[in-house]
Protein backbone atom coordinates (compact mmCIF):
# COMPACT_ATOMS: atom_id res chain seq x y z
CA UNK A 1 0.00 0.00 0.00
CA UNK A 2 1.51 3.21 -1.11
CA UNK A 3 1.36 6.39 1.39
CA UNK A 4 -1.00 8.05 -0.65
CA UNK A 5 -3.77 5.11 -0.38
CA UNK A 6 -2.97 4.82 3.33
CA UNK A 7 -3.77 8.85 3.73
CA UNK A 8 -6.64 8.52 1.85
CA UNK A 9 -7.92 5.93 4.37
CA UNK A 10 -7.25 7.04 7.42
CA UNK A 11 -9.25 9.89 5.96
CA UNK A 12 -11.99 7.93 4.92
CA UNK A 13 -11.95 6.26 8.85
CA UNK A 14 -11.97 9.78 10.26
CA UNK A 15 -14.75 11.20 8.06
CA UNK A 16 -17.01 8.07 9.07
CA UNK A 17 -16.46 8.17 12.63
CA UNK A 18 -18.38 11.54 12.65
CA UNK A 19 -21.08 9.98 10.95
CA UNK A 20 -21.31 6.82 12.73
CA UNK A 21 -21.17 9.22 16.53
CA UNK A 22 -24.45 11.33 15.11
CA UNK A 23 -26.54 7.76 13.61
CA UNK A 24 -25.55 5.86 16.35
CA UNK A 25 -27.64 7.94 18.90
CA UNK A 26 -30.63 7.86 16.49
CA UNK A 27 -30.33 3.71 15.69
CA UNK A 28 -30.61 3.16 19.87
CA UNK A 29 -33.70 5.77 20.74
CA UNK A 30 -35.52 4.45 17.32
CA UNK A 31 -35.57 0.89 18.79
CA UNK A 32 -36.07 1.59 22.06
CA UNK A 33 -38.88 3.88 21.18
CA UNK A 34 -40.12 0.74 18.71
CA UNK A 35 -39.31 -1.84 21.06
CA UNK A 36 -41.39 0.15 24.07
CA UNK A 37 -44.16 0.53 21.05
CA UNK A 38 -44.43 -2.98 20.87
CA UNK A 39 -44.72 -3.62 24.80
CA UNK A 40 -47.65 -1.06 24.77
CA UNK A 41 -49.67 -2.49 21.82
CA UNK A 42 -49.19 -6.05 22.19
CA UNK A 43 -52.06 -6.18 25.19
CA UNK A 44 -54.60 -4.39 23.04
CA UNK A 45 -53.79 -6.15 19.83
CA UNK A 46 -54.42 -9.17 22.24
CA UNK A 47 -57.55 -7.73 23.33
CA UNK A 48 -58.93 -6.66 19.99
CA UNK A 49 -57.94 -10.62 18.68
CA UNK A 50 -59.45 -12.40 21.55
CA UNK A 51 -63.06 -10.46 20.72
CA UNK A 52 -63.29 -11.82 17.64
CA UNK A 53 -61.86 -15.23 18.52
CA UNK A 54 -63.99 -18.61 19.09
CA UNK A 55 -63.96 -20.14 22.94
CA UNK A 56 -61.73 -22.44 21.85
CA UNK A 57 -59.02 -20.15 21.04
CA UNK A 58 -59.00 -17.59 23.62
CA UNK A 59 -56.88 -18.90 26.27
CA UNK A 60 -54.29 -21.03 24.11
CA UNK A 61 -51.04 -20.86 24.68
CA UNK A 62 -49.31 -20.04 22.54
CA UNK A 63 -51.53 -17.23 22.01
CA UNK A 64 -53.61 -17.36 18.69
CA UNK A 65 -52.76 -13.83 17.16
CA UNK A 66 -55.45 -14.60 13.88
CA UNK A 67 -58.71 -16.16 15.06
CA UNK A 68 -59.43 -19.54 12.72
CA UNK A 69 -63.09 -17.61 12.01
CA UNK A 70 -64.64 -14.44 13.73
CA UNK A 71 -67.05 -14.87 16.32
CA UNK A 72 -69.75 -12.08 15.83
CA UNK A 73 -71.68 -13.35 18.92
CA UNK A 74 -68.73 -11.45 21.18
CA UNK A 75 -70.49 -8.47 19.89
CA UNK A 76 -73.99 -9.13 19.96
CA UNK A 77 -74.89 -11.61 22.93
CA UNK A 78 -74.02 -9.22 25.36
CA UNK A 79 -76.46 -6.30 23.98
CA UNK A 80 -79.38 -8.77 24.84
CA UNK A 81 -77.78 -10.44 28.35
CA UNK A 82 -77.17 -6.83 29.60
CA UNK A 83 -78.24 -3.17 29.01
CA UNK A 84 -74.63 -2.06 27.54
CA UNK A 85 -76.62 0.37 25.54
CA UNK A 86 -77.85 2.59 28.90
CA UNK A 87 -74.29 2.01 29.87
CA UNK A 88 -72.81 3.93 27.28
CA UNK A 89 -76.02 6.45 27.55
CA UNK A 90 -74.94 6.56 31.37
CA UNK A 91 -71.63 7.14 30.38
CA UNK A 92 -72.00 9.92 27.81
CA UNK A 93 -74.17 11.66 29.93
CA UNK A 94 -71.34 11.81 33.02
CA UNK A 95 -68.46 12.63 31.03
CA UNK A 96 -70.42 15.48 28.82
CA UNK A 97 -71.58 17.06 32.53
CA UNK A 98 -68.17 16.60 33.92
CA UNK A 99 -66.58 18.30 31.02
CA UNK A 100 -68.31 21.02 30.69
CA UNK A 101 -68.54 21.32 35.00
CA UNK A 102 -64.47 21.30 34.60
CA UNK A 103 -63.90 23.62 31.81
CA UNK A 104 -66.22 26.32 33.52
CA UNK A 105 -65.31 26.04 37.00
CA UNK A 106 -61.62 25.41 36.84
CA UNK A 107 -61.29 28.07 34.04
CA UNK A 108 -62.83 30.51 36.32
CA UNK A 109 -60.88 29.85 39.66
CA UNK A 110 -57.04 30.01 37.24
CA UNK A 111 -58.34 33.20 35.95
CA UNK A 112 -58.79 34.46 39.12
CA UNK A 113 -55.28 32.99 40.15
CA UNK A 114 -53.87 34.56 37.12
CA UNK A 115 -55.38 38.06 36.99
CA UNK A 116 -56.95 39.09 39.98
CA UNK A 117 -55.19 40.93 42.67
CA UNK A 118 -55.63 40.61 46.29
CA UNK A 119 -54.60 39.51 49.85
CA UNK A 120 -53.67 36.09 50.51
CA UNK A 121 -53.35 35.03 46.31
CA UNK A 122 -50.59 33.51 46.71
CA UNK A 123 -51.00 31.33 50.22
CA UNK A 124 -54.42 30.51 48.44
CA UNK A 125 -52.82 29.22 45.54
CA UNK A 126 -50.11 27.25 47.58
CA UNK A 127 -53.32 25.95 49.55
CA UNK A 128 -54.83 24.53 46.73
CA UNK A 129 -52.08 23.05 45.30
CA UNK A 130 -51.43 21.09 48.53
CA UNK A 131 -55.23 19.46 48.36
CA UNK A 132 -53.08 17.62 45.18
CA UNK A 133 -51.43 15.48 47.41
CA UNK A 134 -54.20 14.37 49.79
CA UNK A 135 -54.89 11.20 48.80
CA UNK A 136 -59.45 10.39 47.61
CA UNK A 137 -59.23 7.44 49.89
CA UNK A 138 -59.19 10.55 52.93
CA UNK A 139 -62.06 12.03 51.93
CA UNK A 140 -64.14 8.71 51.02
CA UNK A 141 -65.34 7.92 53.59
CA UNK A 142 -67.00 11.37 54.75
CA UNK A 143 -68.30 12.51 51.01
CA UNK A 144 -69.72 9.23 50.90
CA UNK A 145 -71.70 9.76 53.89
CA UNK A 146 -72.64 12.86 53.14
CA UNK A 147 -73.95 11.87 49.62
CA UNK A 148 -75.91 8.93 51.33
CA UNK A 149 -77.26 11.87 54.09
CA UNK A 150 -79.23 13.80 50.99
CA UNK A 151 -80.46 10.52 49.09
CA UNK A 152 -78.17 11.01 46.60
CA UNK A 153 -76.31 7.41 46.03
CA UNK A 154 -77.51 4.84 43.37
CA UNK A 155 -77.33 7.83 40.75
CA UNK A 156 -75.27 10.04 38.57
CA UNK A 157 -75.25 13.24 40.96
CA UNK A 158 -72.44 12.15 43.48
CA UNK A 159 -70.12 11.75 39.94
CA UNK A 160 -71.43 14.72 38.66
CA UNK A 161 -71.52 17.50 40.96
CA UNK A 162 -67.96 17.57 42.28
CA UNK A 163 -66.50 18.71 38.83
CA UNK A 164 -68.38 22.08 38.99
CA UNK A 165 -65.61 22.76 42.15
CA UNK A 166 -63.06 22.80 40.30
CA UNK A 167 -60.21 20.31 39.93
CA UNK A 168 -56.55 21.66 41.78
CA UNK A 169 -54.96 20.76 38.76
CA UNK A 170 -56.63 21.62 36.17
CA UNK A 171 -57.05 25.34 38.11
CA UNK A 172 -52.53 24.80 37.90
CA UNK A 173 -52.27 24.19 34.51
CA UNK A 174 -55.08 26.42 33.35
CA UNK A 175 -53.46 29.37 35.70
CA UNK A 176 -49.95 29.08 34.09
CA UNK A 177 -51.50 29.30 30.57
CA UNK A 178 -53.42 32.39 31.45
CA UNK A 179 -50.45 34.08 33.17
CA UNK A 180 -48.62 33.66 29.88
CA UNK A 181 -50.94 35.56 27.99
CA UNK A 182 -50.08 39.85 27.61
CA UNK A 183 -51.71 42.11 30.22
CA UNK A 184 -51.63 44.64 27.80
CA UNK A 185 -55.39 42.93 26.21
CA UNK A 186 -56.65 43.33 29.16
CA UNK A 187 -56.16 46.92 29.58
CA UNK A 188 -57.58 47.06 25.94
CA UNK A 189 -60.11 45.59 26.68
CA UNK A 190 -60.88 47.67 29.57
CA UNK A 191 -60.62 50.82 27.51
CA UNK A 192 -63.16 49.60 24.92
CA UNK A 193 -65.50 48.97 27.96
CA UNK A 194 -65.21 45.08 29.27
CA UNK A 195 -65.57 43.90 32.77
CA UNK A 196 -63.89 41.35 34.43
CA UNK A 197 -65.80 38.61 33.07
CA UNK A 198 -65.97 39.73 29.82
CA UNK A 199 -62.22 39.64 29.85
CA UNK A 200 -62.41 36.10 30.53
CA UNK A 201 -65.26 34.89 28.45
CA UNK A 202 -63.96 37.02 25.23
CA UNK A 203 -60.51 37.20 25.32
CA UNK A 204 -58.47 34.52 28.07
CA UNK A 205 -60.85 31.52 26.78
CA UNK A 206 -60.54 31.86 22.87
CA UNK A 207 -56.63 32.18 23.22
CA UNK A 208 -56.24 29.43 26.12
CA UNK A 209 -58.13 26.58 23.46
CA UNK A 210 -54.96 24.09 23.58
CA UNK A 211 -54.65 24.53 27.56
CA UNK A 212 -58.49 24.30 27.62
CA UNK A 213 -58.23 21.25 25.34
CA UNK A 214 -55.84 19.37 27.67
CA UNK A 215 -58.48 19.40 30.63
CA UNK A 216 -61.46 17.99 28.48
CA UNK A 217 -59.53 15.51 27.00
CA UNK A 218 -58.00 14.79 30.46
CA UNK A 219 -61.57 14.93 32.18
CA UNK A 220 -63.03 12.94 29.61
CA UNK A 221 -60.88 10.12 29.89
CA UNK A 222 -60.74 9.68 33.42
CA UNK A 223 -64.40 9.72 33.47
CA UNK A 224 -64.68 7.31 30.69
CA UNK A 225 -62.72 4.49 32.43
CA UNK A 226 -63.42 5.39 36.30
CA UNK A 227 -64.70 2.27 37.78
CA UNK A 228 -64.14 2.87 41.32
CA UNK A 229 -66.59 5.39 41.47
CA UNK A 230 -69.63 4.37 40.13
CA UNK A 231 -68.57 0.81 41.83
CA UNK A 232 -68.70 3.18 45.24
CA UNK A 233 -72.23 4.77 44.58
CA UNK A 234 -74.47 3.10 42.45
CA UNK A 235 -76.22 -0.24 42.83
CA UNK A 236 -78.42 -0.61 40.56
CA UNK A 237 -76.84 -2.80 37.45
CA UNK A 238 -79.13 -0.58 35.23
CA UNK A 239 -77.55 2.85 35.97
CA UNK A 240 -73.93 1.51 35.57
CA UNK A 241 -71.86 3.00 33.83
CA UNK A 242 -69.56 1.39 30.82
CA UNK A 243 -66.18 0.52 33.18
CA UNK A 244 -68.44 -0.56 35.86
CA UNK A 245 -70.74 -2.76 33.66
CA UNK A 246 -68.11 -4.66 31.88
CA UNK A 247 -67.16 -6.21 35.56
CA UNK A 248 -70.30 -8.33 35.09
CA UNK A 249 -69.45 -10.30 32.33
CA UNK A 250 -66.76 -11.79 34.75
CA UNK A 251 -68.27 -14.94 36.87
CA UNK A 252 -66.97 -17.77 38.14
CA UNK A 253 -69.59 -20.12 36.90
CA UNK A 254 -69.22 -18.86 33.21
CA UNK A 255 -66.34 -16.16 32.81
CA UNK A 256 -66.81 -14.92 29.24
CA UNK A 257 -63.36 -13.81 27.67
CA UNK A 258 -64.62 -13.08 24.19
CA UNK A 259 -67.11 -10.88 25.06
CA UNK A 260 -65.55 -9.14 27.72
CA UNK A 261 -62.41 -7.92 25.36
CA UNK A 262 -65.06 -7.26 22.80
CA UNK A 263 -67.23 -4.87 24.93
CA UNK A 264 -63.47 -3.47 26.32
CA UNK A 265 -62.48 -3.16 22.60
CA UNK A 266 -65.88 -0.67 21.44
CA UNK A 267 -65.04 1.08 25.28
CA UNK A 268 -62.19 1.95 23.91
CA UNK A 269 -62.90 2.83 20.19
CA UNK A 270 -64.31 6.70 22.21
CA UNK A 271 -60.77 7.08 23.79
CA UNK A 272 -58.72 6.41 20.68
CA UNK A 273 -61.31 8.72 18.21
CA UNK A 274 -61.38 11.76 20.58
CA UNK A 275 -57.77 11.53 21.37
CA UNK A 276 -56.15 11.03 18.02
CA UNK A 277 -58.59 13.69 16.66
CA UNK A 278 -57.40 16.21 19.30
CA UNK A 279 -53.69 15.14 19.62
CA UNK A 280 -52.41 18.16 18.41
CA UNK A 281 -54.27 20.57 21.15
CA UNK A 282 -53.37 18.37 23.84
CA UNK A 283 -49.85 17.90 22.95
CA UNK A 284 -49.30 21.93 22.37
CA UNK A 285 -51.36 22.72 25.84
CA UNK A 286 -49.02 20.45 27.84
CA UNK A 287 -46.04 22.35 26.20
CA UNK A 288 -47.01 25.29 26.42
CA UNK A 289 -48.94 25.33 29.90
CA UNK A 290 -45.47 23.85 31.32
CA UNK A 291 -42.95 26.38 29.54
CA UNK A 292 -45.04 29.60 30.51
CA UNK A 293 -45.59 31.29 34.02
Not at 22 to 49: C, Q
Not at 85 to 103: D, E, H, R, S
Request: proline share 7%.
Amino acid sequence: MTAASASLSARAVRTHRPRLRRIAPWVFWTLLAGLGSIIFVLPFVWMVSTGFKPRWEQLVMPPVWIPSRIEWSNFTEPLHRQPVLQWYKNTLILVCFNVFGALLSSSLVAYGFARMQFKGRNLLFMILLATMMLPGQVTLIPIYYFFSRIHWTDSLRPLIVPSYFAAPYYVFLLRQFFMGISTEMDDAAEIDGCNLFDIYWRIILPMSLPALGVVAITEFTWNWNDFFGPLIYINTPVKFTIAAGLRLFQTRADPQIGQTMAMTFLSVLPLLVVFYSAQRYFIQGIVISGVKG
